[in-house]
């Protein structure tokens, strides 16, 4: 079955404490994108990536990194997490076409985080 | 910087009734525009949408959005509402050129009453 999977699906931790999500997609997309939900805000991208070792910054990339690897994984790591990094995790993936996202993204079933 | 505007948090709809639910944006270029649906405790699901051609495009579950360039909206509609329809939605736009970023909307919750 064509999927992304995240883990964990939940995770409390403490501010300072660093933590990676994990996320893995099985379609052999080049794109791969994290994004966070927060009420009234909608998706804010995180971090996208373009193929193996082509990453960028969305609008909200402070506080986390990512990494490709390999073309199916796309970890988020928070170095030193916060409070205010408290939020829900979307990880998703897409072809890429050489003129820009212009494709469906398919998206893991959420992270949610929450800092103390 | 690209942007989307839903300027509703939440739509109420008779069930049967027509919807829509309102995006504008604002990219440089042509834009690649988008609507996803959230459902509760899930992740986005791709509903439909628009690169270039014809400006009306029809998507997943009856949904149909409309491109209008000059008002830079895109608008999703649905000629007859269903109470499973219910959920949030997201219009997101993205450059046809240069950087790769998507931006979404903030959402807007579509009620439908049975």
């Known amino acids: 079955e064509a999927q992304v999977t995240q883990n964990p699906r939940y995770l409390i931790t403490v501010t300072g404490k660093k933590l990676t999500v994990t996320c893995s997609q099985n379609?052999?997309?080049?794109?791969m994108s994290w994004y966070r939900q927060d009420p009234g805000l909608g998706l804010r991208q995180i971090y996208y990536s373009m193929n193996v070792e082509v990453t960028d910054k969305g609008d909200v990339p402070e506080g986390y990194k990512v990494s490709r690897k390999e073309k199916r994984n796309f970890p988020l790591i928070l170095e030193s997490p916060s409070p205010n990094q408290t939020s829900l995790y979307f990880c998703a993936s897409s072809p890429l076409k050489t003129s820009g996202i212009n494709n469906e993204q398919f998206f893991g079933p959420g992270t949610r985080l929450t800092v103390l | 910087a690209q942007s989307v505007a839903q300027p509703e948090d939440q739509v109420n709809v008779a069930e049967g009734n027509p919807l829509t639910v309102k995006c504008t944006y604002s990219v440089s270029g042509n834009p690649y525009l988008f609507w996803y649906v959230q459902y509760p405790n899930r992740g986005l699901q791709f509903l439909l949408k628009y690169i270039t051609g014809d400006n009306l495009v029809k998507g997943s579950y009856g949904f149909e959005a409309e491109f209008n360039k000059s008002q830079t909206s895109f608008h999703l509609k649905k000629p007859s509402a269903l109470v499973s329809d219910s959920a949030l939605y997201f219009c997101?736009?993205?450059?046809?050129?240069?950087?790769?970023?998507?931006?979404f909307g903030s959402g807007t919750r579509l009620q439908v009453q049975p």
């Open positions: 997101a736009v993205s450059p046809d050129t240069g950087r790769r970023a998507l931006t």
């Open positions: 379609m052999n997309h080049e794109y």
